[in-house]
């Protein structure tokens, strides 16, 4: 965002502990019934809410959820488990009720949606992300080579 000329920052909705569902146990290789640092954020430029951002870890990776400052990124690399990988999937999807409150468009209104799961150096799944982004702000561009 900065190189687009916007100040970026981040507002936290929520980062609390709870069971993992049947979903992220499966996508994080975790034990029936493990417990997940469950985070929730705004991703702002200029005060605009451009994404909505939920992220799943095990807990034991973030047992206290408080203690993440602006980035989760350097929280991970500050405990020797950063994402060196992730695989995303890119689908687009209606805003429901909820995340078209939050992001300030139409109920129904087109978004992206990005699903990653992030890996560390030992290739464990770490990281669970789904990031709902407005189709104003966001384009991609993928670069092929054979």
Do not use: K
């Amino acid at each position: 965002m900065e190189q687009r000329g916007f100040s970026p920052d981040s507002v936290w909705l929520g980062r609390g502990l709870r069971i993992a569902s049947r979903e992220e146990t499966v996508r994080l290789g975790l034990s029936p019934g493990a417990a997940v640092a469950s985070l929730r954020r705004l991703r702002r430029a200029d005060g605009i809410v451009m994404a909505v951002e939920q992220s799943t870890l095990p807990a034991w990776l973030v047992p206290e959820p408080l203690l993440i400052g602006a980035s989760l990124c350097r929280y991970l690399e500050e405990r020797g488990q950063a994402v060196v990988r992730a695989l995303q999937h890119f689908r687009a999807v209606n805003a429901g009720a909820d995340i078209a409150r939050l992001m300030g468009v139409a109920p129904g209104a087109a978004l992206l949606v990005i699903t990653r799961i992030g890996y560390a150096a030992n290739q464990r799944a770490i990281e669970l992300m789904d990031t709902y982004c407005r189709d104003d702000y966001y384009d991609f561009v993928a670069e092929l080579h054979r």
